[in-house]
């Protein structure tokens, strides 16, 4: 099987399996899922979704939380780790947003990039999610797995995992793919104990078991 073939495969099967896989970090504007993804890094996002309550409560928009005290900022979201440059980075990326795009998230790759603390990845997950465009989110999870499965030999650089993957994987079904690869990264091929291959989906194509594709 070629990886085309077996991409296909792999995302028919997950969509089986996940059919309502989505974003796992809570957000109801596009600002907020900016916020929460820089709080994502080395944190998981169900402590994210906790902490954040708490910050939107104290600032509701952009603009407050452009004018809050980094300091201030720093003392909500430490307990996600690195309080003090997750917090400079959202507030500077507040005050871009107003002074430069009217309190509005930019729609563009390369615009997203620019902002403080956006990666590749925070920029793809942003792309997809919220402007419904085809991205790529080369998260732990799917760098891990796509290894495993055999869709890329050995790669562990995100970029290169994203321009591999950005050959195989339909445009439109890029997003979907990658929030599937969470879900199934965390119930089933599992990075802190062994994989579940008993019960998954993919055991008979996955690479992991020997199947030569």
């Not at 956006?118 to 732990?140: E, H, Q």
């Not at 993957?165 to 089933?188: A, M, N, Q, T």
């Amino acid at each position: 099987m070629t990886k085309e073939k077996l991409a296909l495969e792999i995302i028919e099967r997950l969509k089986k399996e996940y059919p309502d896989a989505d974003c796992t970090l809570d957000y109801d504007q596009a600002w907020k899922l900016l916020v929460s993804v820089r709080l994502a890094a080395q944190c998981t996002d169900a402590r994210v979704n906790v902490v954040v309550e708490k910050l939107y409560e104290k600032y509701p928009d952009v603009k407050s939380l452009a004018e809050a005290p980094v300091g201030d900022i720093e003392a909500i979201v430490k307990p996600c780790g690195l309080g003090h440059s997750k917090a400079r980075d959202i507030s500077a990326c507040m005050k871009i947003l107003m002074e430069q795009y009217g309190g509005n998230v930019p729609d563009t790759f390369d615009e997203l990039l620019k902002l403080p603390g956006v990666g590749r990845k925070s920029a793809n997950l942003i792309m997809g999610d919220v402007f419904g465009k085809p991205a790529i989110v080369t998260d732990t999870h799917c760098i891990r797995l796509v290894n495993r499965m055999g869709l890329v030999d050995n790669i562990k650089e995100p970029k290169k995992v994203e321009m591999a993957l950005w050959k195989l994987i339909p445009p439109e079904e890029g997003s979907d793919f990658c929030h599937r690869l969470v879900y199934h990264g965390r119930d089933v091929c599992t990075a802190r104990t062994k994989p579940h291959c008993e019960r998954c989906c993919l055991s008979d194509i996955c690479a992991k078991n020997g199947v030569d594709n």
